[in-house]
């Protein structure tokens, strides 16, 4: 017969009630009761009815977490980073993609809500909220991971795209670059906002895109992004005035554009200086390792994870809140003109 908290309570001398505590790591208990609790647990292999304990509780311990890609580094180091947190306060992290398609997204977000996790996490590929009615009709709380919609009042982490695109391009400008030109993001609010700061980089210093400088990576800027970089850098290199600096969107993009470049002839950094955005664990061992622009990946799936797991303690509908990362310039070879310009990474 499989124990239950009964037995374990009887076993130690002590009530259902701490046992149970210990079980959701309640700050009430000692650590010495604590590890006697769970030492009995391993004892008899105590496993709990979570089924039970959704009756009891109105919970399933569960949070739900939908990413346009699992093989991008960016959305793997979020969802690691929630479901260590997760883990901690004794939840479970069902985690799915889209395939950045607004369709799948829907249909993963059905599931989700038909197992009744307790919050769904989305970096959404929607192109409006209509997606999100659902979500609301069912009451579960949601909050918006990395792409959010302007004026849609929910509850968002990610970083500042605005801020990134700024940096990306400003650092470029103090590299003497002055025919910048940008790789951009399929139309989702991090490519909207990191456009719009390159934008205004460029205006600071009186400025503006050359004809035929912005060009899109079409409809996907994830890991299949290296593709779309490449054909988009040719398409540049190709036009009547050649950029000497170029922001691209994200990480993959920028390794396609950068082999476009040397594939022509040209020298990283010195014909081209190239910056990236994700900063990704291989950026620093490429042939030319990659600047790029940090977003903090690890610091948004915790900042998420904390506040799911408060509105999920809450059972109660949270007013929603907005938390910005700050992004940061990471320089490395693929950018750095003068030998005097430091180093973050």
Not at 17 to 35: A, F, M, Q, W, Y
Not at 147 to 163: I, K, L, P, Q, Y
Request: with cysteine; glycine share 8%; aromatic share 6%.
């Amino acid at each position: 017969m499989a124990a239950r908290l009964k037995d374990i309570a009887d076993d130690l001398g002590i009530s259902v009630v701490t046992v149970s505590k210990v079980l959701r790591n309640h700050p009430d208990i000692g650590e010495e009761t604590r590890k006697r609790v769970q030492k009995r647990m391993r004892e008899l292999n105590y496993q709990p009815n979570l089924a039970a304990r959704s009756l009891v509780t109105g919970r399933t311990w569960t949070l739900g977490l939908v990413v346009p890609d699992l093989l991008h580094p960016f959305f793997a180091d979020i969802a690691k980073a929630i479901s260590v947190e997760a883990r901690k306060q004794g939840y479970s992290l069902l985690i799915s993609s889209s395939d950045e398609d607004p369709d799948l997204e829907i249909q993963e977000i059905r599931q989700l809500l038909a197992r009744r996790v307790d919050v769904i996490l989305v970096a959404s590929a929607q192109s409006s909220v209509e997606g999100f009615r659902m979500i609301e009709e069912q009451k579960t709380p949601y909050i918006l991971i990395d792409r959010r919609f302007v004026g849609h009042n929910a509850s968002f982490v990610g970083v500042d795209d605005e801020a990134v695109g700024m940096l990306a391009t400003s650092h470029l400008l103090e590299q003497q670059c002055r025919r910048i030109a940008h790789i951009r993001g399929p139309n989702v609010s991090t490519a909207i906002g990191r456009l719009e700061g390159y934008k205004r980089a460029l205006a600071s210093h009186k400025l503006t895109p050359l004809p035929g400088h912005v060009v899109s990576l079409g409809t996907s800027g994830d890991h299949r992004g290296e593709k779309g970089g490449y054909e988009a850098a040719r398409q540049l290199l190709g036009a009547e005035t050649r950029p000497d600096g170029l922001f691209c969107f994200n990480d993959p993009s920028a390794l396609g554009a950068m082999r476009a470049i040397l594939e022509a002839g040209l020298r990283i950094p010195e014909d081209v200086a190239v910056v990236g955005c994700g900063n990704l664990s291989y950026s620093d061992f490429l042939r030319v390792p990659l600047s790029s622009v940090d977003q903090g990946s690890e610091s948004i799936g915790k900042y998420a994870a904390d506040l799911a797991l408060r509105i999920a303690r809450k059972k109660a509908k949270a007013k929603p809140r907005a938390e910005f990362i700050s992004p940061r310039m990471v320089v490395r070879a693929s950018s750095r003109r003068f030998p005097e310009t430091p180093s973050n990474s």
